[in-house]
T-cell receptor
Framework: KNQVEQSPQSLIILEGKNCTLQ??????????LRWYKQDTGRGPVSLTI?????NTKSNGRYTATLDADTKQSSLHITASQLSDSASYIC????????????FGGGTRVLVKP | DVKVTQSSRYLVKRTGEKVFLECVQD?????MFWYRQDPGLGLRLIYF???????EKGDIPEGYSVSREKKERFSLILESASTNQTSMYLC????????????FGDGTRLSIL
């Protein structure tokens, strides 16, 4: 069973609307939690990183939140654009085990005009 | 900007062939990684290297080997390709510090017939 679960698996939104992606994790203790964006046919690119003590981090129209008590993170996309169509991957870095990364399965977002 | 270059975007090989996937990074990063990405499974770590001539097994090393003779180059080798190794392969590099992001190449889509 994957220790980082993302939901939904996919979603379709209209251009200009907001959306929120969820990430629940069971790995502990963790060093940091990162959200990556992966465009079709490209490698993932880091969007945000949060350590255990941080609960929000923004990168332009992307805002990530972290609740370490409930072990949940979310990525909020504001005023979506066609270029936001991509897969979004939640990644948790373990504090032990050589800083191993545990990847979620991703959420595929399609923004329609 | 960090550039991670994978030698082939698409590759088709036959069962039993020895296959080489090459990855080069231009930012003098100490750490390099090989992943495979399959639908619904997320990224899974095959092998990684902390320095030249060093290699460590990841979560799914069976059927693969690696070579790191120079700092900038990390090669993944499929000793005897099998159909279950058909996948997207992603290479990544990272500075030595644990909170630094991994920088990914654009992937090699490998089909084994």
């Amino acid at each position: 069973k994957n220790q980082v679960e993302q939901s939904p698996q996919s979603l379709i939104i209209l251009e200009g609307k907001n959306c929120t992606l969820q990430c629940n994790y069971t790995v502990s203790p963790f060093s940091n939690l990162r959200w990556y964006k992966q465009d079709t046919g490209r490698g993932p690119v880091s969007l945000t990183i949060m350590t255990f003590s941080e609960n929000t981090k923004s990168n332009g129209r992307y805002t990530a939140t972290l609740d370490a008590d409930t072990k949940q993170s979310s990525l909020h996309i504001t005023a979506s654009q066609l270029s936001d169509s991509a897969s979004y991957i939640c990644v948790v870095t373990l504090k032990a085990a050589g800083n191993k990364l545990t990847f979620g399965g991703g959420t595929r977002v399609l923004v329609k005009p | 900007d960090v550039k991670v270059t994978q030698s082939s975007r698409y590759l088709v090989k036959r069962t039993g062939e020895k296959v080489f996937l090459e990855c080069v990074q231009d930012m003098d990063h100490e750490n390099m990684f090989w992943y495979r990405q399959d639908p619904g499974l997320g990224l899974r770590l095959i092998y990684f290297s902390y320095d030249v001539k060093m290699k460590e097994k990841g979560d799914i090393p069976e059927g693969y080997s690696v070579s790191r003779e120079k700092k900038e180059r990390f090669s993944l080798i499929l000793e005897s390709a099998s159909t279950n190794q058909t996948s997207m392969y992603l290479c990544a590099s990272r500075l030595g510090q644990k909170n630094q992001p991994q920088h990914f190449g654009d992937g090699t889509r490998l089909s084994i017939l």
